[in-house]
């Protein structure tokens, strides 16, 4: 009989944990599938061009590209006796100068939006430490305070559960941080440049 409460109870603490996980599985969800909605199709196409960059075959299309050139202006040169774009090749240049200006832009839009969800993502693991922190801080107080109702048990003081038991200030934390790295600051020591000019050294 005891064995078969112990299964039941564990199906359903199973269930109950399963359940958390789909909950919190489903927020992230929700949370980028609304971000989705939110691109312009703008946005859409810069994403998938982006995306296309990073890969593999766009170096190999890059490289084709520059190889069936040259070889066009030198079949010029032979049959025809004229090129197209001569030594140094200043229209390649150009035409992958403008190819990498725009390659460039597409990726740092890409990674302006990436960088906003990031932050997004940051404030909300923030909030979320904050109010882990406080629970638990909590959840010390709430010992302590059943540990001194106990007659059974003796009392004695503990110095770290009454420091733990009060949750933290996020304001005073980051007072030191800022306090702590103007200090490192100051303790810097000066960076000293060695330039060696003619054999000599300043």
């Known amino acids: ?4 409460k112990n299964t039941d109870s564990a199906l359903i603490a199973d269930s109950s944990e399963n359940k958390q996980i ?3 599985i489903e927020v992230v969800l929700d949370f980028y599938a609304r971000e989705d909605e939110k691109m312009s199709f703008a946005q859409r196409l810069l994403q998938r061009i982006s995306s296309f960059i990073g890969k ?3 170096l190999a299309l890059i490289l084709l590209f520059v190889f069936i050139w040259v070889t066009a202006n030198l079949l010029y040169l032979v049959y025809l006796k004229t090129q197209f774009d001569p030594p140094p090749f200043h229209f390649l240049q150009g035409i992958i100068g403008l190819f990498a200006l725009l390659t460039a832009t597409i990726v740092l839009s890409n990674q302006n939006r ?4 990031e932050e997004q993502r940051a404030h909300l693991e923030l909030k979320l430490n904050l109010l882990t922190e406080q629970k638990a801080a909590k959840m010390i107080d709430l010992l302590e305070k059943l540990r001194l109702d106990l007659p059974n ?4 003081s503990d110095f770290e559960a009454t420091e733990l038991k009060h949750a933290m200030n996020p304001g005073e934390v980051l007072a030191a ?4 790295n103007e200090v490192d600051i100051l ?3 000066p960076c000293v440049q060695i330039v060696d000019v003619d054999g000599l050294k300043f």
């Open 1 to 4: 009989m005891n064995e078969i």
């Open 22 to 24: 789909k909950q919190n």
């Open 56 to 58: 593999p075959i766009f």
């Open 114 to 117: 990436t960088a906003r969800l």
């Open 153 to 156: 048990v003796r009392n004695r």
């Open 177 to 180: 941080l800022d306090e702590r």
């Open 187 to 189: 303790q810097k020591p």
